[in-house]
């Protein structure tokens, strides 16, 4: 089955200890990409990756790390959490960002993270 | 910097009825894509639809169309004959694409089909 998976689903963290979140799709996708949910303000793009070695700065990357060591994997660091990166994250990807009419993106189903 | 605005937080429509959400967006881009998110509350994204910024012609899905202005800059979506799992959150996004496919969304519609 075509997905993609994240963990843990839950997290309740303290300030200032580091922490990874895993994302991985088993659909050989070249696109990977990290988003946050706020209330009221949507969804905003974190980091992307168009393939492996390559990571872009999306809209918000403060205080946040990504590495795209292998293509299945796109794992979000946060070396230092802070309450205001108490959130709701979600990873996506796709073939090859949505370029071709027949791709489409694919998300996970999202890691609520609570940072006190 | 993109913009995306969705004006209407919330909207209600009876079921087998026909809404229209809309989203306006602030571009200087000449080529890139529009998509409609929906949001269960699984939170699970599904994607709706999608309009080539190049392609003149509305997108359509079934149920769901588009009407794409892109001079007003304007990408509204039309839900017809609404069902009762049409309830959701949607979003509008845009993509670019130049320097990367870099995604910006709106800040939501959250629907309810009233039985």
């Known amino acids: 089955e075509a997905q993609v998976t994240q963990n843990p689903r839950y997290l309740i963290t303290v300030t200032g200890k580091k922490l990874t979140v895993t994302c991985s799709q088993n659909?050989?996708?070249?696109?990977m990409s990290w988003y946050r949910q706020d209330p009221g303000l949507g969804l905003r793009q974190i980091y992307y990756?168009?393939?492996?070695?390559?990571?872009d700065k999306g809209d918000v990357p403060e205080g946040y790390k990504v590495s795209r060591k292998e293509k299945r994997n796109f794992p979000l660091i946060l070396e230092s959490p802070s309450p205001n990166q108490t959130s709701l994250y979600f990873c996506a990807s796709s073939f090859r960002g949505l370029a071709a009419s027949t791709d489409t993106q694919y998300f996970g189903p999202g890691t609520r993270l609570t940072v006190l | 910097a993109q913009t995306v605005t969705q004006s209407q937080p919330e909207m209600s429509v009876q079921e087998a009825e026909t809404v229209t959400l809309s989203c306006t967006y602030d571009?200087?881009?000449?080529?890139?894509?529009l998509f409609w998110y929906k949001q269960p509350p699984s939170r699970q994204m599904i994607l709706v639809i999608r309009q080539e910024a190049y392609k003149q012609q509305n997108a359509t899905e079934n149920r769901f169309s588009v009407n794409f202005q892109k001079a007003a800059k304007s990408f509204s979506l039309k839900i017809s004959d609404s069902q009762l799992g049409d309830t959701a959150m949607y979003f509008c996004?845009?993509?670019?694409?130049?320097?990367?496919?870099?995604?910006?969304f709106g800040t939501g519609t959250s629907l309810t089909v009233i039985p």
């Open positions: 996004a845009f993509m670019k694409l130049t320097t990367g496919n870099q995604f910006y």
């Open positions: 571009t200087s881009e000449s080529n890139y894509y």
């Open positions: 659909m050989n996708h070249e696109y």
């Open positions: 990756s168009m393939n492996v070695e390559v990571t």
